[in-house]
């Protein structure tokens, strides 16, 4: 009898243990705006290791522009799909830090942990991989010891130290905290990707920075809908607040050398989303065109 019982409740273990270790991958991914000129990226890190040093730290990027909160979102969006199941992200753009903002940590459907405040940065990774569960941070067990008197750096005291204690498996993810209802996340609002007839609505969630191209949220299942074969011309359109700021035809094009230097074309960006460039110039600084979710395009066939 006691060995059927045993048998019986062996599969109840495991389901128990895989849930206990889908953190413990020991792997930690740091995302902020703090640059790299002062310590505070090191600072952080210096946490983690101090929860354990077996663990694996690695950047996602420290250059998101000053409170660019859009932009963390986007980035976050762009790199956790690539992650494994059971990596642990830090992001920090919290101008609001010490504010009555939710300090959280989301585990996506596919398995990723954020740990980030609760102030948008969830916006586009929630809605790309969707939320498993979120659950408010407990800072009475889930921050680093006597750091109360500290109120402006929540980046190492609140979500380094509870990254390294996830993926080190030294809590749960139930012990991070009380859980959150999901409609609860903070989302800011922008233009999804839209085809209404023969015109495609997206935004500009963020530039090509090293050439400045542009790059949209318009994926390439939608952009085929338009059937438009390459060398075709496209008519774009792009507003700031509702307001046209730049008009003009392009080709679409497989590469940027299938037009003169200087010229702009229209191509798919190593996302498969559709973009705007000049070949070998900068289309945004040409153009005055930045990123953000209060730019919007307009793209129909000629």
């Excluded at 495991?14 to 640059?35: P, T």
């Excluded at 522009?65 to 992650?83: C, D, F, G, H, K």
């Excluded at 199941?85 to 398995?111: A, Y």
């Amino acid at each position: 009898m006691r060995k059927f019982i045993s048998v019986m409740l062996l599969p109840v273990v495991l389901i128990f243990w895989a849930v206990r270790v889908e953190a413990q991958s020991k792997v930690v991914v740091f995302q902020s705006d703090f640059g790299l000129k002062d310590g505070a990226v090191s600072e952080m890190k210096g946490v983690a290791m101090g929860v354990s040093p077996d663990l694996k730290l690695f950047d996602l990027t420290h250059e998101i522009p000053a409170y660019n909160i859009w932009e963390a979102s986007y980035r976050l969006r762009q790199t956790v799909p690539y992650w494994p199941s059971g990596t642990v992200f830090v992001s920090v753009v919290d101008p609001g830090v010490g504010t009555d903002r939710k300090s959280v940590v989301l585990r996506t459907r596919t398995g990723q942990f954020i740990v980030t405040p609760d102030n948008g940065t969830l916006t586009l990774v929630a809605e790309a991989l969707g939320i498993g569960e979120i659950r408010e941070i407990n800072e009475a067990v889930n921050r680093r010891r006597d750091s109360q008197k500290s109120y402006t750096f929540h980046g190492r005291d609140v979500y380094a130290y509870t990254a390294a204690r996830l993926a080190a498996g030294a809590i749960t993810f139930e012990e991070v905290g009380p859980l959150l209802a999901k409609q609860e996340v903070v989302s800011i609002p922008y233009q999804k990707a839209e085809l209404n007839g023969k015109v495609i609505r997206g935004t500009i969630p963020v530039l090509d920075v090293q050439y400045g191209n542009i790059w949209t949220n318009i994926p390439d299942d939608l952009f085929k809908q338009l059937h438009v074969a390459f060398g075709e011309l496209m008519s774009v359109k792009i507003f700031h607040n509702g307001q046209m700021v730049y008009q003009g035809d392009m080709p679409y094009s497989a590469t940027f050398g299938a037009v003169a230097v200087g010229k702009p074309l229209v191509y798919l960006n190593s996302l498969l989303q559709l973009s705007f460039a000049l070949n070998q110039g900068s289309f945004a600084e040409v153009n005055k065109i930045a990123s953000g979710n209060e730019w919007s395009v307009e793209v129909t066939k000629k």
